[in-house]
Nanobody, 123 residues
Framework: VQLQASGGGLVQAGGSLRLSCAAS????????MGWFRQAPGKEREFVAG????????LYADSVKGRFTISRDYAKNTMYLQMNSLKFEDTAVYFC?????????????????WGQGTLVTVSS
């Protein structure tokens, strides 16, 4: 599976961005998918995850109520709608395909990773 993340950019605090993660190669439709992020000088952290059928979603407490994860099976693409962005959301965002059908908040639960897209929120 190859993953291509896009949609990052520079946005003012309070603004919105939508990240996309296009999957190609072996199908990922039977696996959970997720978003992680890594800020400068910090470890990679979980942001959001979605199960294989979209029926279950997980969010980090820091983004709950502001971010929404979804997936379009026809386009083989996962999205992360980010609203009310804060300075502390600044990071490189990575998408990943999970090992199992369920949503997972652990990076060890993911097998394939995209290259990342940079989100910069100005205060």
């Amino acid at each position: 599976v190859q993953l291509q993340a896009s949609g990052g950019g520079l946005v003012q605090a309070g603004g919105s961005l939508r990240l996309s993660c296009a999957a190609s190669g072996r199908t990922s439709s039977n696996n959970g998918m997720g978003w992680f992020r890594q800020a400068p000088g910090k470890e990679r952290e979980f942001v959001a995850g979605i199960s294989w059928n979209g029926g279950n979603t997980l969010y980090a407490d820091s983004v709950k109520g502001r971010f929404t994860i979804s997936r379009d099976y026809a386009k083989n693409t996962m999205y992360l709608q980010m609203n009310s962005l804060k300075f502390e959301d600044t990071a490189v965002y990575f998408c990943a395909v999970g090992l199992r059908p369920v949503a997972s908040s652990s990076s060890s639960g993911y097998r394939y990773w995209g290259q990342g897209t940079l989100v910069t929120v100005s205060s």
